[in-house]
Structures are given as C-alpha cells and as structure tokens.
C-alpha cells in the first residue's frame, strides 16, 4: 500500500512538538497593522497551542 501524502497546507501552517501539542502562528499579526499597537503586536508574536478538537483534525492532516 503506498505512503499517505502530508497535506501541503497544513504542514506549512502548524507543526507538532514533542509532546504532542500541535502549534500554530497567532491570528491577528498578518494585515492590517497599522492601527494595532506596538504592544498588542508584541504580545501576538510566537505561537499558540491549537484548540484541542482542532488539533485532532490537523494530526490527521499531517499524519502524526
């Protein structure tokens, strides 16, 4: 039987760590930065833990 395919959106956008958290960019930090603070931009740099139903769909996503 052949190999599963990671999804090529998905592995751009999240990765998983060791233990199994999947992480992701903060939302808010891409457009539109102008009228946001320079402290609500600091606070929105890094990553976020995704939701937990969520992250079962996107491990399926990336096959993990």
């Known amino acids: 039987m052949p190999k599963q395919k990671t999804h090529s959106g998905a592995k751009k956008r ?14 808010n930090r891409a457009h539109i930065l102008e ?11 890094g ?3 995704v939701a937990k139903p969520d992250a079962k769909r996107v491990k399926r996503l990336l096959n993990k």
């Open 14 to 27: 999240f990765r998983v760590t060791k233990n199994g958290k999947v992480m992701t960019k903060q939302k």
């Open 35 to 45: 009228k946001k603070s320079a402290s609500r931009k600091r606070r929105l740099k």
């Open 47 to 49: 990553q976020t833990e």
